[in-house]
């Protein structure tokens, strides 16, 4: 359910909206059901979390050390 805050400012919104001559308690229930069709959804359709590659530990083969790829490696100056 809404909170108080939430109905007040559903409340300003639809007297903007219709003014005080309009249909003010229709317009709130309307908006007040689809705010409450909104939550149910999302109740019922939870986030799903993206699919992430499982982690896998730091060093499992290299004892703590990152492999060396060779992007360091000076090239310069070596004669074969």
């Known amino acids: 359910m809404a909170t108080a805050k939430e109905r007040r400012d559903i409340f300003y919104n639809v ?3 219709v003014g005080l001559d309009g249909d003010v308690l229709g317009e709130y229930a309307k908006a007040m059901n689809t705010l ?4 149910s959804f999302n109740e019922m359709n939870p986030p799903i979390p993206p699919n992430l590659p499982p982690e896998q530990p730091l060093g499992a083969d290299t004892g703590g ?3 060396d790829m060779g992007q360091n490696t000076p090239t310069e100056g070596i004669v074969p």
């Open 15 to 17: 007297i903007a909206r």
């Open 65 to 67: 050390l990152e492999p």
């Open 36 to 39: 409450s069709g909104m939550q």
